[in-house]
């Protein structure tokens, strides 16, 4: 079982940055696929950004294609999601999530959907202010 851990969020205005982290615990994951995922107050939660075992292939929703990133340091356990350029849209609770099948299953496109992760982080709230 991996247990994971976001840290990072926080209230920022329009126009700042962030950046979120998530730490693994339990198990190694340098095998494994990882996700970001996002919950706006009264709608349901959305991909944001995966990532591959390697860190070689990343794969973004439309909506925050060029302002956010997502990296990993394997030797710290640990994924990150920077956040530039944040919008009011961009508030919501981030979670990050794990595929716990090694090396990952099928392209990286199919990481947009929830069903291919096991574990979840408990979440961190951004605001964005105008």
Same mark, same amino acid.
């Given at each position: 079982?991996?247990? /994971?851990?976001?840290?990072?969020?926080?209230?920022?205005?329009?126009?700042?940055?962030?950046? /979120?982290?998530?730490?693994?615990?339990?198990?190694?994951?340098?095998?494994?696929?990882?996700?970001?995922?996002?919950?706006?107050?009264?709608?349901?939660?959305?991909?944001?950004?995966?990532?591959?075992?390697?860190?070689?292939?990343?794969y973004?929703?439309?909506?925050?294609?060029?302002? /956010?990133?997502?990296?990993?340091?394997?030797?710290?356990?640990?994924?990150?999601?920077?956040?530039?350029? /944040?919008?009011?849209?961009d508030?919501?609770?981030?979670?990050?999530?794990?595929?716990?099948?090694?090396?990952?299953?099928?392209?990286?496109?199919?990481?947009?959907?929830?069903?291919?992760?096991?574990?979840?982080?408990?979440?961190?709230?951004?605001?964005?202010?105008?």
């Open positions: 079982q991996v247990q /994971l851990v976001e840290s990072g969020g926080g209230l920022v205005q329009a126009g700042g940055s962030l950046r /979120l982290s998530c730490a693994a615990s339990g198990h190694t994951i340098n095998m494994y696929y990882m996700g970001w995922f996002r919950q706006a107050p009264g709608k349901e939660r959305e991909f944001v950004a995966a990532i591959s075992w390697s860190g070689g292939a990343t973004y929703a439309d909506s925050v294609k060029g302002r /956010l990133a997502i990296s990993r340091d394997n030797a710290k356990n640990t994924v990150y999601l920077q956040m530039n350029n /944040l919008k009011p849209e508030t919501a609770v981030y979670y990050c999530a794990v595929d716990t099948h090694p090396y990952g299953l099928g392209s990286i496109a199919g990481y947009k959907y929830e069903k291919k992760y096991d574990f979840w982080g408990q979440g961190t709230q951004v605001t964005v202010s105008s």
